[in-house]
């Protein structure tokens, strides 16, 4: 996804720069939308040449144009035309000797201002050509012309690469931020482009091919990780197996599970490493050098309402959740890994009694998923519900836990639907996935489920108490209030409605 990000942009910063414009070290520069694509390209080469650069972006991305180099004097909106006077301000009036443009209509007469004693104006964006000649006649001195990057032919496009594969190697240039969409999702990506919500690059990468190689589960000898060890043996065709744990070899039934796994074709090694230690897990990544897939199913429960949290308990739960996968995630980045899945919880979607601190790690889990998805890596945070297989994890649930959370419409997962769930959650381009069983029949007799369940079933109608407080009484009630009485009111609506 990186090197996909690369070509298009700085190519075209590159020709419009050296080929066309001819910049010379000493030189000043406008670059227009400096936090897209070939706006970050131009600014590096531009800086690399010796060339001065003013930029405008829409000020959310100024913090990026800053970190690329360029001072907060020269820099200005891209959605407001202040940035001529701005910049004939910073320079004395000189304005610069060249406009890399993209914006139009009275944007393009505002950059041309910006040329006073001449100068080459390049327009890469063709939303508003305009005529050379006619631009010359009213600013003396100014070059003007729209190109497209194929104009350089195959073979000058090949030496221009060329230079620049240099110029990364030298460390000159450095690649951009890369937002990165499955080819799958396809349109959104366009969409989020065209919406201007991105800086960088934005990239389409295709789905990750079959696993060939070695996949390592955290969590491996658990109930759910040896499952999906099977799983991966027969129907992933996965014949290098590390399954590691805390208590490695030790692990009840580690043993059987090798043996199993012999059975169905795969080797399996059970290694003894705390993945939430960076070092341990350092050292048995670098022992895996066919590593080509994680799934990251070890997790720890320390129960207790909010208000019962410490540090301590806190910190239980996080580590073998939250810091494991993060470390996962920084070790293998530079992996050419086909999965990356990470076992979280509906709990961290959709709330669990008493879970407060896990519902907490599950979350981040979710979140690394959309990171690691954003930056053309691949990932899957899989949301798991209830497992009807007892794990370490669930085993001491109750039978009234049980049938306070069917009172919700949560049913436990058969393995063999929890093994299908995992493969359409692996396959597809989503990066967060909720495999749960729901029984909608309990939700439609709810009348008003949970706020995220409701666009699953059809209900006669709404209770009344579930916006009566926020209706027109609660204005009645707040107008005869102190300022101080009202905040408390507020807040404890808030509260409940949260709860």
Known sequence: AEAASVPAVFLTAYYALVDLAGVRAGESLLVHAAAGGVGMAAVQLARHLGVEVCATASEPKWPVVRGSGVPAERIASSRSLEFADRFLEVTDGRGVDVVLNSLAREFVDASLRLLPRGGRFLEMGKTDIRDAEQVASVHPGVSYRAFDLG????????????????????????????????????????????????????????????IEGTVLITGGTGVIGSAVARHLA??????????????GPDAPGAADLVAELAELGATARVVACDAADREALAGLLDGLPELRGVVHAAGALDDGVLSALTPERLDAVLRSKLDAAWHLH?????????????????????????QAGYAAANAFLDGLAQYRRRAGLPGQSLAWGLWAERSAMTGGLSQADLER??????????????????????????????????DVGVLRRQGDPAPLLRSLVRVAGRRAAANGPVGGGLRERLVALSAVDRERELTELVRVQAA
């Not at 230079?163 to 190697?169: I, T």
């Not at 436990?412 to 909720?434: I, M, N, Y």
């Open 405 to 438: 959370m069917g009172r919700t419409g949560v049913r436990a997962l058969s393995t063999d639907e929890g093994l299908a769930l995992f493969d359409a959650a692996v396959r597809g381009p989503r990066a967060v996935a909720v495999p749960v069983r729901l």
């Open 151 to 210: 104009e350089a032919g195959a073979g000058r496009l090949g030496e221009m690469l060329a230079h620049l594969a240099e110029l990364f190697e030298q460390g000159a240039l450095s690649p951009l931020p890369v937002t990165a969409w499955d080819t799958r999702q396809a349109p959104q990506a366009f969409r989020h482009l065209s919406q201007a919500h991105h800086t960088g690059k934005v990239v389409l990468t295709i789905p990750p091919s079959a």
């Open 330 to 354: 920084e070790l293998t980045r530079d992996r050419d890994l086909s999965l990356f899945a990470l076992f979280s919880s509906a709990a961290g979607v959709l709330g669990a009694a008493g």
């Open 234 to 247: 027969t129907d992933h065709g996965v014949t290098d197996l590390v399954l590691a744990g805390r208590r």
